[in-house]
Each structure stands twice: as structure tokens, then as C-alpha cells.
């Protein structure tokens, strides 16, 4: 077994990467080029707890992989965590946590913390993973900015409806 923990700091308020996260929308987005689920590309709302896709994983978007078996064992907005466990192919279990804490000015940090057991290929899975998570991080601070400036246009607009309204 090997824990992966891959965390970065976000130019985007907690909440926002928070709701970001509990969409297959930008699952499939920021894991795209590296990684396609079609499976997850399928779903609309949020991820709930309990929900299980099974579907085939494909490496960078075209090589088929494995059928992968992904289920979201909770979900807790207190914390902002979202926990899933996964299994299919070389992997026995990925046991994925998604964490945000806020900082200030704006500003958030996410944690991936990703315990992997692929038996005697453990160490090269882990080795893709830590790769994959960086990728991953590294789309996500892209993305987070889009949903912070995409928010903050929204609560302009909402406060600005909201003075014309009692004028």
C-alpha cells in the first residue's frame, strides 16, 4: 500500500472549488488528456453519496485501460471532503480524499490523498498517480479561476438586480 498526498493553493475562494468538486463535470474536465472515464462524462448533478459508475478508463483519452468501478462513500460539506473508493484493473483499491480549507483573500488549499494497493505493481501505479495528481492540480488551479471570476461576475450581477429592484 502507498499514500500519494499531492496539495496546492488555489487563487479561488473555498466554496467555489468546494461546489467545483462535487461535480463529475469537472472531475472529467481537469482529468482530461491524461485520463478519460467515459462513465463519469455521462452523469448530470452532483456526486452523491452512495452513487457507483462502473465504465472503462482510457490513458491519455485513448489507450483502454481498465473497467473501473468508482463509488463515493461520503461526502462531507462541514469539512469540505469528499471520499470515494475505486477499485478495477491493477488496482485492488484507491481509496481517494478530496479536501478544501479556506485561506484568506480569496484564496483555498486542496489536498488529493490517495492510499493505492496494486499489489507488486503498487510502486509504478503510485508513481503514474503522483504524475496524474499534479496534472491534475495543475488543471485545477485553471479551472478554479474561471469559477472564481464566473462567481464574483454572478454576485456583481445578483447585487446589482438587487439595487435597480429598490430604486
Given at each position: 500500500m502507498r499514500t500519494i498526498v499531492v496539495t496546492s493553493e488555489f487563487n479561488a475562494p473555498a466554496e467555489v472549488v468546494w461546489s467545483g468538486i462535487q461535480t463529475p463535470h469537472a472531475f472529467v474536465h481537469i482529468a482530461n488528456g491524461m485520463l478519460r472515464f467515459p462513465a463519469a462524462s455521462r452523469l448530470d448533478g452532483p456526486w452523491k453519496v452512495g452513487q457507483t459508475?462502473?465504465?472503462?478508463?482510457?490513458?491519455?483519452?485513448?489507450?483502454?485501460?481498465?473497467?473501473?468501478?468508482?463509488?463515493?462513500?461520503?461526502?462531507?460539506n462541514e469539512t469540505r471532503?469528499?471520499?470515494?473508493?475505486?477499485?478495477?484493473?491493477?488496482?485492488?483499491?484507491?481509496?481517494?480524499?478530496l479536501h478544501v480549507e479556506f485561506l484568506a483573500d480569496q484564496r483555498c488549499r486542496y489536498t488529493d490523498t490517495i492510499e493505492i494497493d496494486a499489489g507488486p505493481l503498487t510502486p509504478v501505479v503510485a508513481g503514474y498517480a503522483h504524475v496524474f495528481y499534479r496534472y491534475r492540480h495543475w488543471r485545477w488551479k485553471r479551472l478554479a479561476r474561471l469559477l472564481a471570476a464566473a462567481n464574483a461576475a454572478a454576485t456583481r450581477a445578483c447585487g446589482?438586480?438587487?439595487?435597480?429592484?429598490?430604486?
Open positions: 459508475i462502473v465504465g472503462w478508463t482510457f490513458l491519455f483519452n485513448v489507450m483502454p485501460f481498465s473497467k473501473h468501478h468508482l463509488s463515493v462513500a461520503s461526502i462531507d471532503t469528499l471520499v470515494s473508493d475505486e477499485h478495477g484493473g491493477l488496482l485492488r483499491r484507491w481509496h481517494h480524499s446589482s438586480e438587487s439595487a435597480n429592484a429598490t430604486a
